[in-house]
């Protein structure tokens, strides 16, 4: 495979003047940010005060040294692999320090003498396993898969004493290993700019380099300067590109690193990577979980890779493992002044807030806050406070999830000395821990905290599940290793492979003649015993012991795989035909650049698929993460969390926890509630507390509401139609009511049916008895008795609306409520057009020629035909939507109402037909209005027309627009004052000559009292109706 390569990769177009310039300035600008973090006081060519008197170039370095104090190591060989790793405390993580903040002096002298306490933990799951990979799994040679061609492969470690400075001190001295590819010096500043070295006087070649890079000619003085030349290999080079020695112990260091890994904190990534950034260095951090370091095209850290997930996962997984046991009350603290706990408290407030889990109290602090001594202790009292949270996150460092933690231990002595152990027992918390403090050996290490962690859970950084295999595999082999290291190979390997192994067997074992050189931090005490004893071996225990787990063993054994692994990929990029002496040299060009990257980027993993690329597009593995207790005695796995990818491509977050592996206690116990919802009395519930987020209190339910069974949570509001019982513990349906006959409303309206139907039948009989008079033959008697049956009818159906509804009961009464509409109207109708064809008639002065059709049977036709066709819409209308039963409920009402649901839209049809019968029925009606002879019986069809007109009116929208329990009674209504009107503006005036004014029922009658203005207007009207009607 060959792989895209250019020497010089830019990130500028157009004219290339102005590009270097540009470039100049920008690298110019960087170079001196580095410097100013770095310190005001330090310079390239003054590293310690040995220097200050010599004339020497920017980039001499002191010789890497085998000391067990130092800071610098390098195992020189073809191609370098940069590892920067926290081995020493600084200033304010040692006991007892009065410095609290980070030092200014980065010289070595300065870190010397600052940089003095060994952290064994540190050399155990970093720079150890980091060097194991390279010695032991690849034995310092990386193969090709062209024939016969392989290289030697080193590294060079450099100690970052945790601190921002030193960070860019080392960062800086990698950059002088880089090697310069198509540039001239340090960030492409023109020698010119920069002090010359004194001009050299000796080649040498690489295979005359010794063993800790210092160039020495073992047969030259000391004094002499000597160089590689290797401009014929590499044009444009200078001699400050390799092997350049400088006076008194210094010397400019071979440029061959390839790759870095280290960066091991979130707060020192941008700085460091910037430099590296500059320089073109690809480098992969094991453990920065910051969340602004996306590196993918286009990104702000073009090189830099990770193996470790970022903080928004690890704030997702710890919101989930709330969400799992039912938590939503919860304490968040957070280390502040750094990259790693302020932005990790931001993604855990909003991955609570989706999970709708309330954050009680949050806050953050910090070990170099110079209020820490009254910040910690109000976190403390506010721990008490929120009694109701027994759950913590905490997502913080290891020194202030220890100072915290003392705070706590120091307020529960307290406590408990004055009596107070209520207060005391507030303080029991269960804790849910980051990775930084939750794979901290020194926090389990100390026995004296347990009393502030009674249960923890933290998260520690894992590899993908499909890796589980492959990394499992390598972590056994290095286990092995370190069970079989005695004396006498720690002897051997601090001198050619990791000066400071020496000083963690001293360190571990107390003794004090592993290391052949003295050092600053031996103990006295160490000197009395030998560490030749052959019981001094490291076991499972006592690793598990130093470093529990392993820390980060995992992710720096990931990074350091793909460092190699990427390496090699650029090795079989290069051309079979290459010569061999040539093919180093190009190995380090590829790796300036992007080939680099885009090696890292395509390493190959073996999986449970086979072969899987570990990185993803953002250059960082899928989040995952391994549950552990932890406590100082034990230290397991529960479950784990990860981040997979579905088969439609969708991310989602998979959980798993074995609740039965958990070490709950007596203070902490397995079913601890972690809410601030009170548990209430009987036929109470909760409501919200405006003044605590996710804090309820008890109130009385209410009616409409049942109480919850156990006394926790909401009164819960009953369905339509129910109500709570007396005691509130469950819903019952209400009360059905309707139109009932013992009803008040139903009452009414028997009483009211039965008076009018006693009328209508009174007016009956009347008619029936005076049917031969001339009033009743005017009124065509036998229409007038077909419309008061039609009444009676009407006023019978009025009372079908009374009664529990069913879907029969309301299938009847649709199908009866229309008819006696239809028929009494069209009866109207009919007889109204009868006396206006006959007005007509006889307003034209002629005889009607077709009177068949005023004869009575033809009336009674023409009823029955008006009658069949609104009959028949009813029939169609309604068995094509059959009505129903419907519940009338309303909070303000304790009873359901049960009604017909009629289909509003199908009726109006219908209804709309009655209409236009009763208004073409009121224009006949009023073009008869002037008839004599009738006992202006035409006036009074009008006037009843009008008046039916007036009540389908008003009662429409009742009806068709409410919904109400009087529905049934308004269509009962609309029926009553239907018929009254007909009789009252009918047949009322009939009854009164039939009864109180005989003498006018009579021909003569209806012409006497007129005056002769009425004969003389009427006269011809009368005469022509006289004989149209004969």
């Known amino acids: 495979m060959h792989l895209p390569v250019r020497s010089n990769d830019t990130m500028l177009t157009g004219d290339p003047a102005a590009k270097s310039m540009a470039k100049r300035l920008v690298c110019a600008a960087a170079f001196l940010l580095a410097v100013h973090l770095v310190s005001a006081q330090m310079t390239l060519d003054s590293t310690s005060s040995s220097l200050k008197n010599h004339d020497q170039h920017p980039t001499c370095m002191p010789l890497p040294s085998t000391a067990p104090d130092s800071h610098y190591f390098k195992k020189n060989a073809s191609v370098v692999i940069g590892g920067l790793f926290?081995?020493?405390?600084?200033?304010?993580?040692?006991?007892?320090?009065?410095?609290?903040f980070p030092f200014a002096d980065v010289s070595d002298e300065g870190i010397q003498k600052t940089c003095s306490e060994f952290r064994s933990y540190r050399l155990v799951d970093n720079s150890q396993i980091f060097a194991y990979v390279i010695n032991n799994v690849y034995n310092g040679t990386l193969q090709s898969t062209v024939p016969g061609r392989s290289i030697d492969i080193g590294y060079t470690l450099a100690d970052s004493c945790s601190s921002l400075f030193v960070n860019s001190r080392m960062a800086l001295r990698f950059a002088s290993e880089i090697p310069l590819v198509g540039r001239k010096s340090f960030c492409g500043l023109r020698d010119e700019l920069l002090p010359q070295c004194p001009q050299p006087s000796v080649n040498i070649s690489a295979s005359d380099m010794n063993s800790n890079g210092s160039g020495t000619d073992p047969t030259t003085e000391p004094s002499t300067n000597v160089y590689r030349d290797v401009s014929s290999e590499n044009p444009g080079a200078t001699t400050e590109d390799v092997g350049v020695m400088c006076p008194s112990g210094t010397s400019v260091p071979i440029r061959n690193m390839a790759i870095a890994v280290g960066l091991t904190e979130s707060r020192v990534v941008l700085p460091v990577s910037t430099i590296f950034t500059i320089e073109k260095l690809t480098h992969i951090s094991p453990s920065a979980t910051g969340n602004g370091f996306v590196n993918h095209s286009g990104g702000q850290l073009p090189y830099f890779f990770r193996t470790a997930a970022p903080d928004q996962s690890q704030a997702q997984a710890l919101i989930d493992i709330v969400v799992h046991f039912k938590w939503n009350y919860i304490i968040a603290l957070a280390s502040s002044n750094d990259n790693y706990g302020t932005p990790g408290l931001i993604k855990l407030q909003q991955a609570a807030l989706l999970a709708n889990v309330c954050i009680a109290y949050s806050t953050t602090f910090s070990s170099v806050d110079p209020l820490r001594d009254v910040v910690i202790p109000d976190i403390v009292n506010n721990l008490m406070l929120y009694d109701d949270a027994k759950v913590v996150i905490l997502f913080a460092r290891s020194y202030e999830a220890e100072l915290l933690f003392k705070a706590i231990v120091e307020t529960r002595e307290n406590l408990s000395r004055s009596g107070s152990m209520l207060r005391a027992k507030k303080l029991d918390k269960l804790w849910l821990g980051s990775d930084y403090w939750g794979t901290s050996s020194r926090l389990q290490q100390m026995k004296n905290l347990a009393p502030a962690v009674p249960v923890a859970l933290v998260l520690r950084p894992r590899l993908p599940l499909n890796f589980t295999d492959f990394i499992t595999e390598r972590v056994n082999g290095y286990v092995d290793?370190?069970?079989?290291l005695t004396t006498r190979d720690v002897r051997q390997q601090s001198e050619t492979d990791n000066p400071w192994l020496c000083h963690f067997w001293e360190d571990v074992f107390g003794c004090g003649n592993a290391c052949s050189q003295s050092y600053a931090g031996r103990k006295k005490s160490w000197a009395n015993v030998s560490c030749d004893n052959p019981k001094f071996r490291l076991t499972l225990s006592k690793i598990e012991e130093i470093a529990p787990r392993l820390g980060w063993t995992r992710n720096i054994l990931a990074a350091t795989e793909l460092s190699v692994r990427a390496l090699k990929i650029l090795l079989d990029s290069i051309p079979a035909d290459t010569p061999a002496d040539q093919v180093t040299d190009r190995l380090l060009t590829l790796a300036n650049g992007k080939a680099m990257r885009e090696a890292v980027r395509n390493v190959t993993f073996?999986?449970?698929?086979?072969?899987?690329?570990?990185?993803?597009?953002?250059?960082?593995?899928?989040?995952?993460?391994s549950i552990s207790n932890f406590i100082t005695q034990n230290s397991s796995d529960v479950g784990h969390w990860e981040l997979v990818t579905g088969a439609e491509g969708k991310r989602k977050a998979v959980l798993q926890l074995q609740e039965d592996l958990i070490l709950w206690s007596e203070r902490i116990p397995a079913n601890i509630s972690s809410t601030c919802r009170k548990k209430c009395g009987f036929g109470q519930g909760t409501k919200d507390n405006p003044d605590r987020p996710c804090c309820t209190e008890c109130i009385d339910c209410s009616k409409k509401e049942r109480a919850p069974e156990n006394g926790i949570g909401s009164c819960e509001g009953c369905g339509n139609g129910e109500t709570a019982s007396e005691n509130r513990t469950a819903c019952i349906p209400l009360p059905r009511k309707f139109l009932d006959w013992g009803d008040p409303i139903g009452i009414v309206l028997t009483v009211a049916v039965v008076v009018c139907m006693s009328l209508v039948i009174f007016t009956l009989a009347v008619f029936c008895y005076y049917r031969a008079s001339p009033v009743a033959k005017a009124s065509d008697y036998h229409l007038m008795i077909l419309i008061l049956i039609g009444m009676l009818v009407g006023y019978a159906v009025a009372l079908v609306q009374i009664g529990r509804p069913s879907k029969l009961h309301c299938l009847v009464a649709k199908l009866a409520q229309s008819p006696p509409f239809i028929f009494t109207t069209a009866t109207l109708l009919i007889k109204t057009s009868r006396l206006a064809r006959m007005a007509i008639a006889a307003q034209q002065m002629v005889t009607f020629t077709r009177k068949w059709t005023l004869s009575i049977p033809a009336q009674v036709i023409f009823i029955c035909i008006v009658s069949?066709?609104?009959?028949?819409?009813?029939?169609?209308?309604?068995?094509?939507?059959?009505?129903?039963?419907?519940?009338?409920?309303?909070?303000?009402?304790?009873?359901?109402?049960?009604?017909?649901?009629?289909?509003?839209?199908?009726?109006?049809?219908?209804?709309?037909?009655?209409?236009?019968?009763?208004?073409?029925?009121?224009?006949?009606?009023?073009?008869?209005?002037?008839?004599?002879?009738?006992?202006?019986?035409a006036r009074h069809i009008f006037l009843t027309s009008f008046c039916l007109c007036a009540v389908w009116g008003m009662l429409a929208p009742p009806i068709y627009f409410s919904d109400t329990k009087y529905v049934a009674v308004l269509y009962s209504l609309r029926l009553l004052t239907h018929m009254a009107a007909i009789w009252l503006?009918?047949?009322?005036?009939?009854?009164?000559?039939?009864?109180?004014?005989?003498?006018?029922?009579?021909?003569?009658?209806d012409h006497v009292g007129r005056g002769s203005r009425r004969r003389r207007s009427g006269g011809a009207l009368s005469v022509a109706s006289d004989r149209a009607a004969t």
Do not use: W
Not at 481 to 484: G, K, M, P, R, V
């Open 606 to 625: 073996p999986c449970t698929q086979g072969e899987c690329q570990l990185l993803t597009r953002v250059s960082e593995p899928s989040p995952a993460f």
């Open 985 to 1005: 503006f009918l047949f009322t005036p009939r009854l009164y000559i039939f009864l109180f004014r005989k003498h006018r029922n009579s021909v003569y009658a």
């Open 868 to 937: 069949f066709i609104g009959i028949t819409l009813e029939l169609t209308l309604t068995l094509t939507h059959t009505p129903t039963v419907k519940e009338l409920y309303h909070d303000d009402t304790p009873h359901v109402y049960l009604l017909c649901d009629y289909d509003s839209k199908r009726s109006a049809v219908l209804d709309v037909y009655i209409v236009i019968l009763i208004l073409v029925t009121s224009v006949f009606a009023f073009i008869t209005r002037k008839m004599p002879m009738n006992f202006n019986e």
């Open 86 to 100: 926290p081995l020493f405390k600084r200033p304010d993580e040692i006991q007892g320090s009065s410095n609290k």
């Open 481 to 484: 290793y370190l069970l079989s």
